[in-house]
């Protein structure tokens, strides 16, 4: 088993990382200027901009 991706508020962090708010569908859904959050492990998720987005780990792009 996997580990959970997607986070609702109230839930708590997985690991230290900064975390970013996303769509409904992150794949087809674009924020504009999403909400971000710098936690630590077993720190809860704050509240959403609205019930449909959830927290997601904000992911670094690493460059060749």
Known sequence: ???KTE???GDKAPN???YMEI???SMDTEIHDPKHVK???GERFPSTTNKDRKW???I?????
């Not at 670094?60 to 060749?64: S, Y």
């Open 23 to 25: 769509g409904e569908i």
């Open 56 to 58: 997601k780990k904000k």
């Open 7 to 9: 986070f609702e508020p």
């Open 39 to 41: 936690l630590r492990k």
């Open 16 to 18: 230290n990382a900064t």
């Open 1 to 3: 088993m996997g580990e």
């Open 60 to 64: 670094k792009v690493k460059v060749h």
